[in-house]
Protein backbone atom coordinates (compact mmCIF):
# COMPACT_ATOMS: atom_id res chain seq x y z
CA UNK A 1 0.00 0.00 0.00
CA UNK A 2 1.23 3.28 -0.73
CA UNK A 3 2.01 5.61 1.79
CA UNK A 4 -0.77 8.51 2.32
CA UNK A 5 1.78 10.85 2.89
CA UNK A 6 3.90 10.55 -0.13
CA UNK A 7 1.25 12.93 -1.44
CA UNK A 8 0.51 16.29 -0.17
CA UNK A 9 -3.59 16.01 -0.13
CA UNK A 10 -2.98 12.19 1.15
CA UNK A 11 -1.16 14.19 4.50
CA UNK A 12 -3.98 16.89 4.90
CA UNK A 13 -6.97 14.14 4.65
CA UNK A 14 -4.95 12.36 7.39
CA UNK A 15 -4.92 15.15 9.25
CA UNK A 16 -8.64 16.07 8.87
CA UNK A 17 -9.62 12.59 10.10
CA UNK A 18 -6.93 12.69 13.16
CA UNK A 19 -8.84 16.00 13.96
CA UNK A 20 -11.95 13.84 14.15
CA UNK A 21 -10.72 11.04 16.27
CA UNK A 22 -8.95 13.46 18.19
CA UNK A 23 -12.18 15.43 18.93
CA UNK A 24 -14.43 12.76 20.37
CA UNK A 25 -11.65 12.11 22.49
CA UNK A 26 -11.69 15.49 24.15
CA UNK A 27 -15.21 15.42 24.22
CA UNK A 28 -15.03 11.94 26.51
CA UNK A 29 -12.49 13.57 28.43
CA UNK A 30 -14.29 16.61 29.42
CA UNK A 31 -16.77 15.06 30.06
CA UNK A 32 -15.53 12.77 32.63
CA UNK A 33 -13.28 15.61 34.06
CA UNK A 34 -13.22 15.88 37.47
CA UNK A 35 -14.26 19.93 38.44
CA UNK B 1 -3.08 41.81 31.90
CA UNK B 2 -1.29 43.33 29.55
CA UNK B 3 1.71 40.47 29.70
CA UNK B 4 -0.77 38.08 28.91
CA UNK B 5 -2.13 39.56 26.00
CA UNK B 6 1.55 40.20 24.85
CA UNK B 7 2.79 37.19 25.19
CA UNK B 8 -0.71 35.37 23.94
CA UNK B 9 0.26 37.82 20.85
CA UNK B 10 4.18 36.44 20.59
CA UNK B 11 2.64 33.12 20.54
CA UNK B 12 0.63 33.39 17.97
CA UNK B 13 3.16 35.18 15.81
CA UNK B 14 6.34 32.72 16.33
CA UNK B 15 3.31 30.20 15.91
CA UNK B 16 1.99 31.38 12.16
CA UNK B 17 5.87 31.80 11.50
CA UNK B 18 6.86 27.99 12.28
CA UNK B 19 3.54 26.65 10.43
CA UNK B 20 3.62 28.94 7.94
CA UNK B 21 7.44 27.84 7.07
CA UNK B 22 6.07 24.00 7.68
CA UNK B 23 3.91 24.74 4.56
CA UNK B 24 6.04 26.55 2.60
CA UNK B 25 8.15 23.57 3.27
CA UNK B 26 5.31 20.76 2.23
CA UNK B 27 3.13 22.83 -0.21
CA UNK B 28 5.53 24.90 -1.73
CA UNK B 29 9.29 23.75 -1.68
CA UNK B 30 9.12 20.09 -1.99
CA UNK B 31 7.71 19.91 -5.95
CA UNK B 32 9.88 23.47 -6.23
CA UNK B 33 12.65 21.07 -5.50
CA UNK B 34 11.80 18.45 -8.04
CA UNK B 35 11.80 20.66 -11.23
CA UNK B 36 14.81 22.42 -9.87
CA UNK B 37 16.60 19.32 -9.91
CA UNK B 38 15.28 18.05 -12.84
CA UNK B 39 16.53 21.57 -14.30
CA UNK B 40 19.96 21.19 -12.85
CA UNK B 41 19.11 24.64 -10.79
CA UNK B 42 18.11 23.53 -7.74
CA UNK B 43 21.93 24.94 -5.84
CA UNK B 44 20.61 28.34 -5.32
CA UNK B 45 17.25 26.64 -3.44
CA UNK B 46 19.73 24.77 -1.34
CA UNK B 47 21.91 27.12 -0.64
CA UNK B 48 20.25 30.81 -0.03
CA UNK B 49 16.75 29.85 0.52
CA UNK B 50 16.72 26.43 2.88
CA UNK B 51 19.24 27.72 5.50
CA UNK B 52 17.30 30.77 6.02
CA UNK B 53 14.01 29.18 6.25
CA UNK B 54 15.34 26.17 8.18
CA UNK B 55 16.73 28.67 11.06
CA UNK B 56 13.66 30.97 11.44
CA UNK B 57 11.60 27.43 11.30
CA UNK B 58 13.37 25.73 13.91
CA UNK B 59 13.58 28.65 16.18
CA UNK B 60 10.13 29.96 15.49
CA UNK B 61 9.39 26.15 16.69
CA UNK B 62 10.82 26.95 20.23
CA UNK B 63 9.54 30.63 20.84
CA UNK B 64 5.95 28.96 19.93
CA UNK B 65 6.31 25.97 22.35
CA UNK B 66 8.12 28.43 25.24
CA UNK B 67 5.26 31.29 24.90
CA UNK B 68 2.65 28.25 25.13
CA UNK B 69 3.94 26.93 27.98
CA UNK B 70 3.59 29.92 29.56
CA UNK B 71 0.29 30.76 29.07
CA UNK B 72 -0.57 27.07 30.00
CA UNK B 73 0.91 27.96 33.29
CA UNK B 74 -0.88 31.18 34.13
CA UNK B 75 -4.64 29.51 32.75
CA UNK B 76 -7.18 28.83 35.56
CA UNK B 77 -6.35 25.99 37.58
CA UNK B 78 -7.09 22.48 36.32
CA UNK B 79 -9.60 20.12 38.42
CA UNK B 80 -8.92 19.95 41.79
CA UNK B 81 -6.52 23.11 42.10
CA UNK B 82 -4.09 20.85 39.79
CA UNK B 83 -1.60 23.22 38.19
CA UNK B 84 -2.95 24.18 34.97
CA UNK B 85 0.19 23.22 33.02
CA UNK B 86 0.33 19.28 34.43
CA UNK B 87 -4.13 19.55 34.32
CA UNK B 88 -3.29 20.25 30.61
CA UNK B 89 -0.80 17.75 29.61
CA UNK B 90 -2.47 15.13 32.12
CA UNK B 91 -5.46 15.79 29.76
CA UNK B 92 -7.36 16.37 32.59
CA UNK B 93 -11.79 17.94 32.50
CA UNK B 94 -12.09 21.56 30.72
CA UNK B 95 -7.64 21.55 29.83
CA UNK B 96 -8.10 18.25 27.98
CA UNK B 97 -8.64 20.12 24.19
CA UNK B 98 -5.66 22.36 24.91
CA UNK B 99 -3.71 19.73 26.19
CA UNK B 100 -4.24 17.23 23.38
CA UNK B 101 -2.91 20.62 21.25
CA UNK B 102 -0.15 21.34 23.46
CA UNK B 103 0.87 17.64 23.19
CA UNK B 104 0.64 17.56 19.53
CA UNK B 105 2.86 20.74 19.47
CA UNK B 106 5.55 19.17 21.32
CA UNK B 107 5.83 16.23 19.29
CA UNK B 108 6.14 18.49 16.38
CA UNK B 109 9.23 20.26 18.10
CA UNK B 110 10.51 17.30 19.02
CA UNK B 111 10.11 16.38 15.89
CA UNK B 112 11.56 19.72 14.07
CA UNK B 113 14.69 19.33 16.55
CA UNK B 114 15.16 15.47 15.82
CA UNK B 115 14.30 14.05 12.46
CA UNK B 116 14.30 17.22 10.56
CA UNK B 117 16.94 19.20 11.73
CA UNK B 118 19.68 16.29 12.24
CA UNK B 119 19.05 14.90 9.00
CA UNK B 120 18.59 18.97 6.95
CA UNK B 121 22.24 18.93 8.45
CA UNK B 122 23.18 15.78 6.23
CA UNK B 123 21.44 16.99 3.19
CA UNK B 124 22.94 20.72 3.34
CA UNK B 125 26.65 19.57 3.79
CA UNK B 126 26.56 20.96 7.71
CA UNK B 127 27.52 17.65 8.93
CA UNK B 128 29.47 14.85 6.41
CA UNK B 129 27.41 12.42 4.67
CA UNK B 130 27.70 10.26 1.90
CA UNK B 131 25.68 9.95 -1.00
CA UNK B 132 24.23 6.77 0.31
CA UNK B 133 23.68 8.56 3.83
CA UNK B 134 22.39 11.97 1.93
CA UNK B 135 19.86 9.86 0.17
CA UNK B 136 18.68 8.47 3.59
CA UNK B 137 18.55 11.52 5.26
CA UNK B 138 16.46 13.36 2.61
CA UNK B 139 13.43 10.58 2.71
CA UNK B 140 13.42 10.31 6.55
CA UNK B 141 13.20 14.27 6.93
CA UNK B 142 10.87 14.20 4.12
CA UNK B 143 8.34 11.97 6.11
CA UNK B 144 9.15 13.44 9.52
CA UNK B 145 8.30 16.97 7.53
CA UNK B 146 4.93 15.47 6.56
CA UNK B 147 4.47 13.91 10.12
CA UNK B 148 4.43 17.38 11.18
CA UNK B 149 2.19 18.95 8.47
CA UNK B 150 -0.68 15.63 9.29
CA UNK B 151 -0.05 16.62 13.06
CA UNK B 152 -0.83 20.67 12.50
CA UNK B 153 -4.00 20.30 11.51
CA UNK B 154 -5.00 18.98 14.79
CA UNK B 155 -2.82 20.96 16.43
CA UNK B 156 -4.17 24.26 14.86
CA UNK B 157 -7.48 22.53 15.71
CA UNK B 158 -7.35 22.56 19.54
CA UNK B 159 -5.14 25.38 19.88
CA UNK B 160 -8.15 27.77 18.04
CA UNK B 161 -11.12 25.67 20.04
CA UNK B 162 -9.24 24.80 23.47
CA UNK B 163 -10.75 27.84 24.78
CA UNK B 164 -14.21 27.95 23.65
CA UNK B 165 -15.52 24.83 26.26
CA UNK B 166 -19.47 24.60 24.64
CA UNK B 167 -17.84 22.90 21.48
CA UNK B 168 -16.48 19.74 23.80
CA UNK B 169 -20.25 19.72 25.44
Given amino acids: MKNPLDSLWGTVVCG ?4 VVFYFAAVALVGHGVS | ?20 LLYYFNFVNVDAMKLATAAGEQGPISKYVVP ?26 GPGG ?18 IGAWLGTIMIINVWGPIWQNQKKILGIVPATD ?14 RVNTMLSIPMLWFMVTGPHQSIYH
Fill in chain 2, 82 to 99: LNPFLAAFGLQGPLAPIG
Fill in chain 2, 132 to 145: EQKARARRVAFLAS
Fill in chain 1, 16 to 19: VLLT
Fill in chain 2, 52 to 77: RALFFFRWAAVATWLLGAGLLATEQA
Fill in chain 2, 1 to 20: MLGDAITRFLHVFSGIMWIG
